[in-house]
């Protein structure tokens, strides 16, 4: 099982743009799938993005063509790049870790805040 742990979150303007960061421990981490999810105050935790061990990747429509998610597996890192920030970005986001897409997440980073304002 790997350790995660999520960085690079912060206060910043709309439209402006933040880099997080997910990075591993514990074990190989170039095998597993990497999620990216976040959570909105009150609201419940939702998918944001995905990469494969292989690099493929996928998103949730709403962040399409602004966020994008790699991998730098010599670093055990998964980097979420946001730009065009909204105000509907503002949410936790938690990376989280399983081995193929058909099994469970096996560990979740402990999150970090993404505060954008209008």
């Known amino acids: 099982q790997v350790q995660l742990m999520e960085s690079g979150g912060g206060l910043v303007q709309a439209g402006g743009v933040l880099r997080l960061s997910c990075t591993g421990s514990g074990s190989i981490f170039s095998i597993y799938i990497i999620d990216w999810y976040r959570q909105a105050p009150g609201k419940q935790r939702e998918f944001v993005a995905r990469?494969?061990?292989?690099?493929?990747?996928s998103y949730t429509d709403s962040v399409k063509g602004r966020f994008t998610i790699s991998r730098d597996n010599a670093k055990n890192t998964v980097y979420l790049q946001m730009n065009s920030l909204k105000s509907e970005d503002t949410a936790v986001y938690y990376c989280?870790?399983?081995?193929?897409?058909?099994?469970?997440?096996?560990?979740w980073g402990q999150g970090t805040q993404v505060i954008v304002s209008s």
């Open positions: 990469i494969t061990s292989g690099g493929s990747t």
């Open positions: 989280a870790s399983r081995r193929n897409t058909l099994s469970s997440v096996d560990s």
